[in-house]
């Protein structure tokens, strides 16, 4: 298949960008669209144009680095998967994609569609863990877990810390990412303890970055690749009215 | 919790918005006695009236209600223009409403609406004309004021506008206090979510009604 890319091009943090377009020609349909900008990079350095700098480690969905908007949608068309996961067969031969790097004050730009993504680590560092030591996994009856508990506590904790919530947030607002946090350590035993200073700490480390606020649009539960939902938002905005006192409610 | 904070001021925009919407409720319970007759609704208004101080008092908190609800919308959403300094080229949409990124614009419209809808029916400096009326028991005639507003086209326009511009703003608002109040689970988020637009078209309807009633001359 043949595919047209407008790809968004900056040389550096302070320099302006622009979009470069550039033809894909005869590609599988099997590629993954992070296989594809590979494609593309190789025919770009044989006519020696500096490759589309992009994030990718795993390529299996579970680092959350391969971070771009595709054709308006963090992550691109699928629901529920990273770009990594994307695959060339979602889109119509001869079709035009625009890719972009997330646009939030608190990502800035490092080169092309590459983003610096450490607000989000400052964020985990004033409350996203759990500071005493555990020790090893306790017997399994011995510290009793509701399941709803486990059930969001896991759900919440799918999280990757990819960005597409801030990226597909009208507001830039960095809630799901924090809500999710929030949601995976306050509802097990362990993370219980510190919850209140947790909940407080981190959304002031939220508030400090710069990010937007949240209007509930939604727009996030949608990108996310793991598909965490907005229920993690409504648990964080009842921990930081008061937080709850039994498991399981 | 800080009430300064994201999250704080999401609270203050919810339980604000919470209250408005209870005096948009009380406002049409009240104006649906016009279906009950002038005498009902004559009645009312000069009972609303003699309240006095605590007519006042209600205003008051109304009016206080409003400016916070205001300031702070302006507050977060000047924040979240500056989150995101360059736009998109390709914007999608995928679960957002329109009435949801539309609240500030029919927010300050319908703020806009309410001052002429005060200057009309509770100044009464809008439409000279309907000003001041009195019935046979020499009550102020809010009945014939209303049937009068109505029976000319560029009135009911103006109102079905602007109560429209209130549903569009409750279509998203009600869904979206539920859930900054914490008050949403993975349950029932969608059913909020449709219950809130359900409530805001049939607050539209109920509010609609009464200029539809006076053109139909069903209210005469």
Known sequence: MNLSLVVWRQKGAQTPGRFERYEAKDVSPDLSFLELLDVVNEGLITQGIEPIAFDHDCREGICGSCAMMINGLAHGPQPAVATCQLYLRHFKDGETITIEPWRAKPFPILRDLVVDRSAFDRIIQAGGYVSVNTGEAPEANSIPVPKKDADMAMDAAACIGCGACVAACPNASAMLFVAAKVAHLGRLPQGRVEAKQRVDQMVDAMDREGFGNCTNHYECMDACPKAIHVKAIAFMNREYRFPRRKPGT | ?220
């Open chain 2, 1 to 220: 919790m800080r009430l300064t904070s994201s999250l704080g001021r999401k609270y203050v925009m919810a339980l604000s918005g919470v209250l408005l919407l209870g005096f948009v409720v009380a406002h049409l319970a009240g104006n649906l006695l016009v279906f009950a007759g002038p005498e009902a609704l004559n009645a009312y208004a000069k009972k609303l009236r003699l309240l006095g101080p605590g007519l006042w008092a209600a205003r008051l908190g109304l009016l206080g209600l409003a400016a916070v609800h205001v300031v702070t919308s302006i507050q977060l959403a000047i924040e979240n223009r500056r989150a995101r300094p360059q736009p998109y080229a390709v914007v999608r949409h995928s679960a957002s409403t329109l009435a949801g990124r539309t609240m500030v614009l029919s927010g300050l419209l319908v703020l806009a609406y309410l001052v002429y809808h005060l200057a009309h029916f509770t100044w009464q400096t809008a439409h000279p004309a309907v000003a001041h009326l009195t019935d046979s028991s020499g009550r102020h005639d809010v009945y014939r004021m209303v049937v009068l507003s109505f029976q000319q086209p560029a009135i009911v326009l103006a109102y079905v506008l602007g109560v429209g511009l209130v549903g569009l703003h409750l279509s998203h608002g009600i869904g979206s206090s539920c859930q900054t109040l914490g008050v949403t689970n993975e349950r029932v988020v969608e059913a909020v979510r449709r219950a809130g637009r359900l409530i805001a078209w049939a607050l539209f309807l109920g509010y609609a009604a009464i200029p539809a009633a006076v053109l139909l001359g069903v209210v005469a």
